[in-house]
């Protein structure tokens, strides 16, 4: 739908959110992770966060510390984990009920 995606592999199945659709959401991506990404352009990039999805879903939790960078023309992703210190405005498990 317009708001969550998924990544399924096998009987495991994450689902995902688009950060933008909900707030201002910026960071610096280690160059470690640009290297490993084959990052070449801001356009390869797309930006997605976890959420733990609750039976209601005013409940459920998203992960802004760790968002998964996709590399869509390589088709590769990784999960970063951000510096708490440096990204205080972004939470562990933010309710999803603070931004609809």
Do not use: C, H, W
């Not at 352009?41 to 996709?70: G, H, Q, R, T």
């Not at 205080?88 to 999803?96: R, V």
């Amino acid at each position: 739908d317009d708001f969550f995606s998924k990544i399924e592999s096998g009987d495991v199945t994450f689902t995902l959110i688009d950060p933008a659709k909900l707030r201002e959401y910026s960071f610096n991506i280690p160059i470690f992770y640009k290297e490993l990404l084959k990052l070449e352009s801001d356009d390869d990039v797309s930006v997605y966060n976890m959420v733990i999805i609750s039976s209601e879903i005013e409940k459920s939790k998203i992960n802004f510390l760790a968002p998964i960078i996709i590399n869509k023309k390589e088709n590769l992703l990784a999960q970063i984990a951000l510096d708490e210190t440096q990204y205080k405005e972004f939470g562990l498990a933010e309710s999803i009920s603070d931004y609809l």
